[in-house]
């Protein structure tokens, strides 16, 4: 039996804020990215968008983004 063992493991740290910011800590300098909610994304969790003072990147845009680059 062939046992495949994992090539890379990142380690990251995340940091919640208030409401559904949260701060990631990215490798390889501990890099910071903040992550949010905005528009269509707050209204599909059932929050009201026009209360969304600082729209942010979901952590569902930096997906799509590293997907595509």
Do not use: C, Q, W
Request: proline fraction near 10%.
């Amino acid at each position: 039996m062939n046992e495949t063992k994992p090539v890379y493991i990142s380690n990251i740290k995340i940091k919640p804020e208030k409401g559904a910011v949260r701060h990631a800590f990215l490798p390889p300098n501990n890099s910071e990215v903040i992550f949010g909610v905005h528009s269509e994304i707050a209204e599909h969790y059932g929050a009201d968008p026009s209360n969304i003072t600082d729209p942010m990147p979901t952590t569902l845009d930096y997906i799509i983004a590293a997907t595509g680059g």
